[in-house]
């Protein structure tokens, strides 16, 4: 199976459902599958095809939907690039994908600066408001594509084993990582999930992601397997505008992190909206906490609750924990999914028994065909034996139930978006007035973690809290530069000269107690 | 902290510096630095994310001394900073200009 045949036997099943609602735009089914076929035959003319790359740099919309399913179609592989990403981030993201080509809007064209320009491919896929913005490169718009373009009745040409999708995510040595995964990765990933979920036609989801994460995608292959509606909410910046667009829209269900959930439990009039319709509510990437479950519950109580747990390496879902366990299995993530095996390692690799806390392994048929830069193995993320080091810590019950309890990596959560110290650390030393710096992770009723960073400045240099967030600002975005800057005279190390992280964060947790 | 959440009074902000002082700490403490080129007019909604905007209301209701309405954060109130100046002028206890 190949992910465009999801799309084909959706579009077969339910030619007139609506497949994709924006705020001012649809489309159905058929409407996308053909659209998305007369993508690939222009991809075709162009000489856009199997093993070539198509990067996507576009805000959640009905023409980057239209892309993706072009590009897959095409058998090419997509690359998100994250559209909040500073511009050196997407300029090492090109730099190390060489898409042929990259669909963009016209809002993230006009913002590419010098240096990422450099590096962007001279084939753009856009819509015609982007025209001004070409900048002597070749703008192949949507407009003129759906004008022209006879749809590609033939297969992409690719096997399921081949890459489908780049999914960029943040890496431990601070540059952004590209996680391949082929067709069959993300396949027996949604299937696997969906035997568990047990999502039908019937259902439909409120989208508050962007589709450049993981888990935005999931959501939109998901809905193509089972025939169901995506509705796209215009944002979570505006938590209430999100519970009134579950009411208007009568969605069925919302898949969101625990950020997500903590914000609308607090900040929205969610226990008090009437909503009948909503019947799954999917906590992803993160634990709420038991008491969050319950008010979640309380709040909206026809609602089944479903937790997995997962990373977009391993395309990404791992484990489930149904609406009936939530409650029994207090604290836990759930049990592997069907063709996953959870193991817990010592120290030394060996297995260890269930009850004890070690690393988090997995292997899975989603497990990813490795990164862009090639170094899935000896950076130790994937071993000999193809299972996945998750840099999680976590024990196993007597029942196969999976308990997270920290993580072996120095990755930091904050509202669901995995941020590594490194990244943050290699732009606060940029400044000329920092001689070293340590970014943290601490606990936040919100965010899950908050990103805190300690700074050392250079002897005789000044620098305001202001201007280094400033700084940062340029290169990051808001999710991952330091909400609090702290200067210290020094950082504390251990006797290997590595910075003592645990004994930052107890520093930075009493001075601001 | 590094973000001032130090309650003020709204009666110390000159009506005319509501603005003023909107811009500064968006500037400085949301968005890109005091080089950003931030007028009156620019589109928020493109430039701070979801955690800005709660940032952003807890801010307000320390600065502004008064309580933000959950029905109050909408793109309509919060989409540019002359929005939000208004917004805060109506829901305030200064008078009017």
Not at chain 1, 177 to 186: A, D, F, Q, T, Y
Not at chain 1, 199 to 215: A, G, M, Y
Not at chain 1, 249 to 267: D, E, K, M, N
Not at chain 1, 409 to 423: C, H, L, N, Y
Request: charged letters at 20%; one cysteine or more.
């Amino acid at each position: 199976m190949l992910l465009p045949d999801l799309l084909t036997h959706a579009a077969a099943r339910f030619p007139d459902k609506d497949a994709a609602v924006f705020a001012a735009e649809k489309i159905g089914f058929s409407a996308l599958d053909r659209a998305s076929r007369q993508v690939a035959a222009r991809l075709a003319r162009l000489g856009v095809g199997p093993g070539e790359r198509v990067a996507i740099l576009y805000e959640n919309s009905l023409a980057a939907l239209v892309y993706f399913w072009g590009v897959l179609r095409a058998g090419a592989q997509s690359v998100d690039i994250p559209n909040l990403s500073g511009q050196p981030a997407i300029a090492s993201m090109l730099a190390e994908a060489r898409p042929r080509a990259l669909a963009i809007s016209a809002r993230q064209l006009a913002k590419l600066d010098a240096r990422t320009l450099e590096v962007t491919p001279d084939l753009l896929l856009g819509t015609a408001d982007a025209k001004p913005h070409a900048a002597g490169r070749t703008l192949v718009t949507l407009e003129s594509i759906l004008a022209e373009e006879a749809p590609v009745t033939s297969g992409p040409g690719v096997t399921p084993g081949d890459v489908a999708m780049i999914v960029y995510t943040s890496g431990t040595t601070g540059r952004p990582k590209g996680v391949m995964l082929s067709h069959e990765n993300l396949h027996s990933n949604v299937v696997a999930f969906n035997s568990r979920i047990q999502l039908t036609s019937d259902d439909s989801l409120l989208v508050i992601v962007p589709l450049h994460f993981i888990h935005g995608r999931i959501q939109l292959l998901t809905h193509a397997l089972i025939g169901g509606t995506l509705f796209f909410s215009a944002g979570f910046q505006f938590p209430q505008a999100v519970v009134d667009e579950m009411a208007r829209h009568r969605t069925t269900g919302i898949s969101g992190v625990p950020y997500h959930f903590a914000t609308l439990l607090s900040a929205t009039k969610l226990k008090t909206t009437a909503l009948p319709s909503l019947r799954n509510i999917t906590i992803t990437g993160g634990a709420l906490s038991p008491a969050a479950l319950a008010e979640l519950k309380q709040a909206v109580p026809n609602a089944r609750l479903h937790v997995n747990y997962g990373q977009t390496e391993s395309s990404p879902r791992l484990t489930y924990l149904g609406p009936d366990e939530i409650f029994e299995r207090v604290g836990s993530c759930g049990r592997a999914l069907p063709g996953v095996t959870i193991e817990i390692l010592g120290d030394d690799g060996a297995p260890i028994g269930n009850g004890q806390v070690g690393h988090v392994v997995a292997t899975s048929p989603g497990i990813m065909k490795g990164y862009v830069s090639g170094d899935e193995r000896t950076s130790g993320r994937v071993d000999a034996r193809g299972r996945l080091h998750t840099g999680d810590l976590g024990r196993l019950d007597a029942d196969g139930f999976l308990y997270l309890a920290g993580r072996s990596s120095e990755m930091i959560k904050v509202a669901g978006e995995r941020v590594f110290p490194r990244e943050v650390e290699e732009v606060l030393d940029a400044h000329p007035a920092v001689a070293e710096s340590s970014a943290l992770g601490l606990p936040d009723p919100m965010l899950g973690e908050k990103l805190v960073a300690c700074v050392v400045v250079k002897p005789g240099a000044s620098v305001s809290p202001g201007d280094l967030r400033a700084h940062c600002l340029d290169s990051l975005p808001l999710v991952r530069t330091p909400r609090e800057l702290r200067f210290v005279p020094a950082l504390p190390k251990t006797s290997s000269g590595k910075i003592a992280r645990a004994e930052l964060a107890k520093a930075f947790t009493a001075a601001n107690a | 902290m590094l973000i001032d959440y130090s309650c003020r009074s709204i009666s110390n902000i000159r009506p005319m510096n509501i603005e003023e002082t909107l811009k500064a700490h968006i500037g400085k403490e949301l968005i890109f630095g005091e080089k950003t080129d931030l007028d009156l007019d620019t589109d928020l909604i493109d430039l701070v994310d979801s955690t800005g905007v709660m940032e952003l209301t807890v801010w307000i209701e320390s600065t502004f001394g008064f309580l933000v309405e959950i029905d109050d954060i909408t793109p309509e109130n919060f989409g540019t900073i002359r929005r939000l100046a208004d917004w805060i002028r109506r829901n305030s206890t200064q008078p009017a200009e």
